[in-house]
């Protein structure tokens, strides 16, 4: 059997491997490492395919946030909605940039922000909501776009971990996640998704307005060559990776079916095992499973992660310290310490490996294994 890995990059590269090498041939032909052809187009292929009117390309999912934040203009104290229950970049942007994250609970069926949390946590000087898409599966986005409407806030979308994952609307119209905010921002990480060769980042919107401010921002502040009207940041996706993002593109679907394939032969083998609950499916949304997340219950997470490891298994804890435990952000004001759902459920997830190469024999080695543990 081929070694079990969380991603396996290698075997997915080795499918497409010839059109990679020769398109990364062309470039360094070429020479045009930054801002050649293919930064443009590829920006272009994805606004197609999610649905929204500009992509502007940035140098990683982090820069993706920030940028945002800095071109909506919040101002150092405003405050700044967001789940704890997520990867560090969303809360430390927010910090980056002098604002204050007011951390809000998760549903504990989806992992993600709950909207009920976040109405109760608007202030006066909250200005925008950031909800995180986690594991491949979407905030309730339609609610949290309500609330934002009711009370004028800004809302950005951290997409890195749901690109290509939709959701419909009570009106039955259907969206690609990410598209639904004033800004979304996603990450083109190697394990995510769609993932380049290197670090990748992007920033969605359908605003003229705001998409000019975003591309002056992550170009210095420029608004025409070596005239600097705002401090601004540089962060730009290269060429070589969007020769290869536009490669992974035209196979992101295909990618997400493989994902989904993993996800349901899972689902039916734990389906019947009272220690697991797999991972909840709203029936308006896709999920996209960047990651398979169980919740255990009455089962021991560590001793079942070493002996997963003996069995040549591989298992992750996403995240082990939620946000508002973090030591960047002790003593830290505005801060909400009361997270019930975020306390518990980080004590009780577990990952096992999804990706778009798993064989029928490493599925079963992992299902076998997880089985024997609890029995
Ligand atoms: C990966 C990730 C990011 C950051 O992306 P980078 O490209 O690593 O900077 C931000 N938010 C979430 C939820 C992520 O999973």
Redesign the pocket.
């Known amino acids: 059997m081929v070694p079990i890995q969380m991603v396996d990059l290698k075997r997915q590269y080795s499918k497409i491997k010839p059109q990679v090498d020769a398109a990364i041939m062309d470039v360094l032909e070429s020479a045009a490492f930054i801002n050649g052809a293919p930064v443009q187009q590829f920006s272009q292929e994805l606004g197609q395919y999610l649905g929204t009117k500009h992509v502007i390309p940035c140098a990683?999912?982090?820069?993706?946030?920030q940028i945002a934040m800095m071109a909506l203009g919040l101002e150092p104290g405003d405050e700044v909605i967001t789940p704890s229950f997520?990867?560090i970049?969303?809360a430390e942007v927010i910090a980056l940039l002098r604002l204050k994250p007011v951390f809000v609970d998760i549903d504990p069926k989806t992992y993600c922000i709950d909207p009920q949390e976040i109405e109760k946590a608007i202030t006066p000087k909250t200005k925008a909501i950031v909800p995180?898409h986690?594991y491949g599966h979407s905030a309730d986005i339609e609610a949290i776009m309500d609330i934002a409407e009711r009370h004028n806030l800004h809302v950005i979308e951290?997409n890195?971990?749901a690109i290509g994952s939709h959701y419909t609307k009570k009106d039955g119209t259907t969206k690609k996640v990410g598209t639904f905010g004033h800004i979304g921002?996603t990450?083109?990480?190697p394990s995510?998704n769609l993932g380049c060769y290197g670090?990748?980042?992007a920033i969605f919107t359908d605003d003229d307005t705001l998409a000019a401010r975003i591309r002056m921002v992550a170009n210095h502040g420029q608004s025409q060559r070596y005239y600097h009207d705002t401090v601004g940041v540089n962060s730009r996706l290269d060429t070589m990776q969007a020769v290869v993002l536009r490669i992974k593109l035209q196979l992101l679907d295909q990618y997400i079916a493989s994902r989904r394939e993993v996800a349901n032969a899972y689902d039916t083998a734990f389906a019947n095992i009272p220690q697991i609950i797999t991972p909840y499916q709203a029936p308006n949304q896709l999920h996209v499973f960047?990651q398979y997340t169980l919740q255990l219950e009455g089962a021991d997470r560590d001793k079942l992660q070493s002996f997963l490891a003996e069995k040549q298994v591989p298992s992750m804890i996403y995240y082990p310290v939620p946000a508002h435990r973090q030591k960047m952000f002790e003593g830290m004001t505005a801060i909400n310490q009361h997270l019930p759902v975020t306390d518990t459920l980080t004590g009780k997830c577990i990952s096992l490996p999804v990706h778009t190469e798993m064989d029928r024999d490493q599925l079963d080695h992992i299902i076998y294994s997880i089985k024997s543990f609890l029995n």
């Not at 990683?60 to 946030?65: E, F, K, R």
């Open positions: 990683n999912g982090t820069d993706a946030l997520t990867f970049a969303t995180v986690l951290d890195a971990q921002c990450s083109f990480f995510k670090d990748g980042g960047h």
